[in-house]
Structure formats: C-alpha cells, structure tokens
C-alpha cells in the first residue's frame, strides 16, 4: 500500500490517535489490568482478521496502541482501518481512544562524519540499519524497545552538542510545552523551521526539538 503524508492522516479525523514518527499512536484507558487485557486479546483478534498487527503496550490502567505498516515504512490505508476497529472496540469496552500527553522520542548525535560513529553505536547498543534504505542516517532497535537513533551532519567547530533529543508531539500540544518548558527557565533557540520543529534550550544550554509531521512528506 502507498504510504500516507501527515496531511492525510490529518484529514482521516481519526478520534483519539495522533501521527508520530511514521505511526499512529493511542491510550486506551481501563479499569484495571484484567480490562487491559481483555481489550488486548480483543485487538489481537481483530488485527489477525484484517492480518496486520500493531505494537501493544498493557500496563495496569491502559493501552497503548501503535500501529504502522513496516512495507512502507509509514502509515497506509490498512492502518486506517485497523485504527477504527479498534477505536470501535475501545468504545465497546466502556472506554476511548486517547491522544492526549503521547509522545514518541528519538535521539540525534550531531557529527561531521556520522559514517565512522554511525558502526560503533549500532553494536553498542544492539540497533541496525533498517532494511533497504542503504547508506543510512539511522539506527534502529529491531525489538522496538529504544528510541530510534538518527546521525545528523553537523560542523566540527568546539564547544558543541553532540547529543540532543528529538520529542514527537501532536501538533497541538507544541505551544503548551514551550510554555511550559519557558516557565521552567529554559529559552526558545529557534522556530525558523516551524511548524515541523522547535529548538528550546534549558538553563545551560543544552539543547532539544519539538517536531511535529506538519510540513513534512
């Protein structure tokens, strides 16, 4: 299946996900840990009817549930359709789909020559190109369980940052974390590239971006 722009999944209306970082995200909230997993064994039924699976994380009073076709490395109709099966069961359950305080991290190391760092760092911390995109600017953990590692080209001049964290927000919630992120002593870099990121800075100086999928392929 083509794989969707952020425009797009913006214009499905799908109540209660949010598009990050190649997929759609939600929490369903429960009861308690037997409702959890009453609605993940309902999900996984349904997912092997429509024979496409999502990632499923059950703790005690919700579940998360992310979805993205792995073939196109982004989101498709397919995941869609799975999205509003389970929005469908949620509602059954006595519950809702929910977006709200989701968020999905990445790691950046900035560097002039990635090529000879990028090696180290995959078998230190056990990730891997993905599959098809050779050469590549990223790593990822194959269980899913790490943040995505991604190497941006960068000068060489001193002092630097190497490393910063790249935070995927609704769009929505971006102003609210700046505000916040203000109030707690740290300054906006930079919003040149808004609304795709934001750079804000802590006290000392170190730095991180806020990205959304707006104005992005």
């Given at each position: 299946m083509t794989k969707l722009t952020g425009q797009q999944i913006a214009d499905a209306a799908l109540d209660g996900w949010v598009?990050?970082?190649?997929?759609?995200?939600t929490r369903i909230g429960t009861a308690d840990f037997a409702a959890g997993l009453a609605l993940a064994g309902a999900?996984?039924?349904a997912a092997d009817e429509q024979?496409?699976?999502?990632?499923?994380?059950?703790?005690?009073?919700?579940?998360d549930?992310?979805?993205?076709?792995?073939?196109?490395?982004?989101?498709?109709?397919r995941d869609l359709r799975l999205a509003r099966t389970v929005s469908t069961l949620a509602t059954?359950?006595?519950?809702?789909?929910?977006?709200?305080?989701?968020?999905?991290?990445?790691?950046a190391l900035d560097s002039p020559a990635y090529s000879k760092v990028l090696p180290f760092w995959g078998a230190v911390l056990g990730m891997e190109r993905p599959?098809?995109?050779?050469?590549?600017?990223?790593?990822?953990?194959?269980?899913?369980?790490?943040?995505?590692?991604?190497?941006?080209?960068?000068g060489g001049d001193e002092p630097r940052q190497r490393w910063h964290p790249d935070l995927w927000l609704d769009p929505a919630e971006v102003a609210p974390r700046i505000d916040a992120?203000?109030?707690?002593?740290?300054?906006?870099?930079?919003?040149?590239?808004?609304?795709?990121?934001?750079?804000?800075?802590?006290p000392e100086g170190n730095m991180v971006c806020l990205c959304t999928w707006q104005e992005r392929g």
């Open positions: 598009y990050l970082l190649g997929g759609l995200q999900i996984g039924a024979n496409h699976h999502p990632d499923l994380d059950l703790r005690y009073d919700h579940v549930v992310r979805l993205t076709s792995h073939d196109a490395r982004g989101v498709t109709e059954a359950a006595g519950t809702r789909t929910s977006a709200e305080g989701l968020s999905k991290l990445e790691l599959p098809g995109t050779e050469p590549t600017d990223e790593l990822r953990d194959p269980t899913g369980v790490l943040p995505t590692l991604w190497f941006q080209e960068s992120a203000l109030a707690a002593g740290g300054t906006l870099v930079s919003d040149a590239e808004a609304p795709s990121f934001w750079v804000l800075a802590d």
